[in-house]
């Protein structure tokens, strides 16, 4: 039998909004396979470890589904077959990892469809696009326009840190919080909408110094509720950097390269997320 489930994820989390259909096993998996297909199967594609942390942290066949996803998700593909055998917790596993490690796929909705057998094998994933799918390379030229401005200064600075410091500052100035805004989720409505929650904040400062070649990742914890934030890498060690937070209407640095110790008080990083940013 064949379950079908939608999975919604917005900043941290998931919920799950079900519904089920029961049809013939094996008539049902021939079907799916025989007009579905595996899309883009991403094979050959390789993700540095220190850019894309997330990635190394799966296993090998989570690690296929993540090369497909990303490759479907490049070329808008909205339906496609897993190439492995992998559960419907591999999927979502593996899809979390592809939005926590790449801000600039801001098209790429955070919640996706896939449909499953009673065994928990997933046989379908259905990726959801937002509007700027509909002219995306237009789309692409506005993202990389907004971020090579807020760059542009930081790329003559000395240290990572004055970038870093550089970037904190011209982000919290460009955006404006707003629960509200459009495709808040992204990088995008960070750095041209100019209006965004958390997730943009942290997705557009995790890109804007990954263009700097500073590491930066996107993490998610509670404060009060769920939050994301970003950790970033320096000659020194790892520190949590929150923009959301230092974004007042004089810009602070209350939450601007704190430790964890710092962090303790105000946030809880969720423990996968501690593993994969403090290796040691």
């Not at 297909?37 to 220190?50: M, P, Q, V």
Request: proline fraction near 2%; charge should be negative.
């Amino acid at each position: 039998y064949l379950l079908s489930v939608m999975l919604i994820r917005r900043v941290w989390s998931a919920r799950c909004i079900g519904n089920t259909s029961v049809l013939p096993f094996m008539l049902q998996r021939q079907n799916l396979k025989e007009t579905l297909g595996s899309g883009e199967t991403g094979e050959g594609l390789s993700f540095s470890a220190e850019e894309y942390p997330y990635y190394q942290m799966l296993s090998e066949n989570q690690q296929s589904v993540y090369r497909q996803i990303y490759a479907n998700a490049q070329n808008l593909t909205e339906k496609f077959a897993p190439e492995k055998t992998v559960s419907a917790s591999d999927v979502k596993t593996a899809f979390e990892a592809v939005i926590g490690d790449h801000p600039e796929m801001f098209w790429l909705e955070t919640g996706y469809s896939s449909k499953y057998l009673t065994n928990g094998q997933c046989v379908e994933i259905d990726l959801k696009y937002n509007s700027t799918a509909d002219d995306l390379e237009s789309a692409k030229q506005r993202f990389d326009a907004a971020a090579q401005n807020l760059i542009t200064g930081a790329a003559s600075l000395d240290s990572n840190y004055e970038k870093e410091k550089y970037v904190h500052d011209a982000l919290a100035s460009a955006v404006t919080y707003d629960l509200t805004a459009d495709m808040n989720q992204s990088a995008y409505s960070a750095l041209v909408n100019g209006k965004s929650v958390c997730a943009g904040y942290a997705r557009a400062y995790q890109y804007l110094l990954q263009q700097l070649g500073i590491p930066c990742y996107y993490c998610t914890g509670y404060s009060g509720g769920d939050h994301a934030w970003n950790i970033v890498k320096l000659e020194d060690g790892y520190y949590n950097v929150d923009v959301t937070w230092d974004d007042a209407a004089a810009i602070r640095y209350d939450y601007f390269n704190k430790t964890d110790a710092d962090f303790a008080s105000t946030a809880t990083l969720l423990p996968h997320f501690y593993k994969l940013h403090h290796p040691s």
